[in-house]
């Protein structure tokens, strides 16, 4: 019972910060289309979480007439992880 407790409190940790970032990838692409003071702490600190992320995924996804993918095909890459996570923690706990 114990051990199925900690598992589900691990799995809630985990979903939720796979939900807030992504949130913050919506955010932070809606702030790129905005005109805000590009060196403002709120922006530099949205770029610090977002850009390794996007980072990786810009090596695969190019800009297709130039618009930028990325935030959307990371966005979807977190929910598929969010996914297999629920998966794996379903299988651990039945």
């Known amino acids: 019972m114990l051990v199925s407790n900690l ?3 691990i799995y809630l940790i985990i979903h939720w910060a796979i939900d807030i970032y992504s949130w913050i ?24 979480m977002v850009e390794p992320l ?6 695969f996804i190019p800009l297709i007439v130039g618009i930028d993918f990325s935030p959307i095909m990371a966005m979807l890459i977190l929910q598929l992880a969010n996914r297999a996570v629920t998966l794996l923690f379903v299988q651990l706990l039945s």
């Open 7 to 9: 598992l589900y409190y």
């Open 25 to 48: 990838i919506f955010l932070w692409a809606i702030v790129s289309w905005l005109p805000v003071n590009r060196g403002s702490r709120f922006v530099y600190w949205l770029d610090w």
């Open 54 to 59: 996007i980072r990786i995924v810009r090596r």
